[in-house]
């Protein structure tokens, strides 16, 4: 389980031939995709993600969630995302929690 704003380590192998990566999160069972990192250097084969925000410290994770399962995808940056033979999925879910518990009045 992640907790938004802690930090988690995505990892990655990449092709000699590329050369920068697309980092991005999907929050809907990869229906829709969120920027993570638009570019960064494939061969550094990982980046250290603040959970449910984008490099630029924005907030990425749907408005109101208290906990989503999110998949992530790396995706070559001289190609489409669509393109299966140039990006790789997460091959199971991660559960993402928001970190904020319900609070009972007294």
């Given at each position: 389980t992640l907790i938004v704003?802690?930090?988690?380590?995505i990892q990655?192998?990449?092709?000699?031939?590329?050369t920068n990566v697309k980092i991005e999160v999907s929050y809907?069972?990869?229906?829709?995709w969120k920027t993570i990192n638009s570019s960064t250097a494939a061969s550094a084969?990982?980046?250290t993600w603040t959970?449910?925000?984008?490099s630029g410290g924005g907030d990425i994770?749907?408005?109101?969630?208290?906990?989503?399962?999110?998949y992530v995808?790396?995706?070559d940056t001289a190609y489409s995302t669509t393109n299966a033979r140039t990006n790789d999925v997460s091959d199971a879910a991660l559960?993402?929690?928001?970190g904020i518990s319900n609070i009972v009045p007294l």
């Open positions: 704003g802690s930090t988690y380590n990655w192998l990449a092709a000699a031939a590329v809907d069972n990869k229906g829709t084969g990982s980046y959970v449910g925000h984008d994770m749907p408005t109101n969630e208290k906990n989503a399962q999110c995808r790396i995706s559960t993402v929690e928001s």
